[in-house]
């Protein structure tokens, strides 16, 4: 089992000096439990919009909500000790223009202890990004598949299957390079994409669904612990929570309903 420096807290120009180095381990985190147990095993941990999915079971980001983001932030970010914790800017919260992100932006870092935050978008939010950076927030990029633009692409389909899409993603990792992000995830991007983009930009690309090419991988945690039920192609399953939880409540349910729970071991008794 890894476990790595877990005393050094991690920073985002930590994480922007590990281009080209040692893989960056990333997961997504919610809850202060989880983000405690990762914390020592990983370099970042995201508290993404995917939560909406995850924990709300909303069909899409979109619905995914300032405040939402502000509470899971601030559970994780008081839970961790080591790992760099990134907010996921939402859906509505940053687009319109550079001081609304701003805005935006500064709130989640002053309510949540955070020590980053992420935005999707390439070239369109790259003058966002570098006002960000300006003004003291280091932003984590997210490009290739962007799930709050589900809507306008129609789908949460791979991105750059064909060569001739290339030349847009490669624009777009570049611009938020040179807007100044530490780092970017590259999502669901075939492989030699991923590798290109990872050889031609001067920060961590930091892949899910894009190869191991990257210099870095994140997951969703629940889809890595099994606790998605139809997880996606690229994602490899780890342990198998569903099972081990519902078996655990189903025999609970035994032992109450056959009165063989509490036992003697734990039940009170007098002094
Ligand atoms: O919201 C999220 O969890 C993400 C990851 C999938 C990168 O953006």
């Known amino acids: 089992m890894s476990t790595h420096s877990p005393n050094r807290r991690m920073t985002a120009p930590r994480i ?42 909303h069909g899409s ?9 502000i509470v899971h932030g601030r559970v994780v970010a008081s839970a961790v000790k080591h790992a760099l914790v990134v907010v996921d800017m939402p859906f509505g919260s940053y687009e319109e223009s550079p001081q609304q992100a701003f805005r ?3 709130r989640i870092m002053k309510e949540t202890g955070c020590g980053a935050v992420k935005l999707e978008g390439g070239v369109r939010m790259a003058e966002t990004i570098r006002f960000l950076v300006e003004r003291g927030i280091p932003v984590m990029a997210h490009i290739g598949l962007t799930p709050q633009s589900v809507n306008a ?25 040179e807007a100044g992000a530490f780092c970017v995830v590259i ?6 994409l991923a590798r290109r983009i990872t050889e031609q930009v001067p920060i961590p690309t930091i892949g ?30 780890y342990a198998d929570l569903a099972g081990a939880i519902e078996k655990a409540i189903a025999t609970y349910a035994d ?3 056959s009165r063989t729970f509490p036992d003697e071991d734990h039940v009170y008794g007098l002094d």
């Open 208 to 237: 899910i669904g894009a190869s191991p090419a990257c210099d870095g991988q994140i997951l969703v945690m629940e889809d890595m612990l099994g606790l998605n039920p139809r997880p996606p192609k690229f994602v490899k399953t």
């Open 153 to 177: 692409l129609g789908g949460f389909f791979v991105q750059g299957r064909k060569q001739a899409q290339w030349a847009a993603i490669e624009k777009d990792a570049k611009a938020v390079a």
């Open 104 to 106: 935006n932006a500064a």
């Open 61 to 69: 980001t979109l619905p995914v909500t300032l405040e939402m983001m």
């Open 16 to 57: 922007a000096a590990r281009k080209g180095g040692e893989p960056i381990v990333a997961l997504t985190a919610y809850h202060a439990h989880t983000a405690r147990l990762a914390d020592p095993h990983v370099d970042l941990l995201l508290v993404g919009d995917s939560v909406g999915m995850v924990l709300y079971g």
């Open 187 to 192: 999502e669901a991007v075939a492989e030699p």
């Open 255 to 257: 032992e109450v309903r």
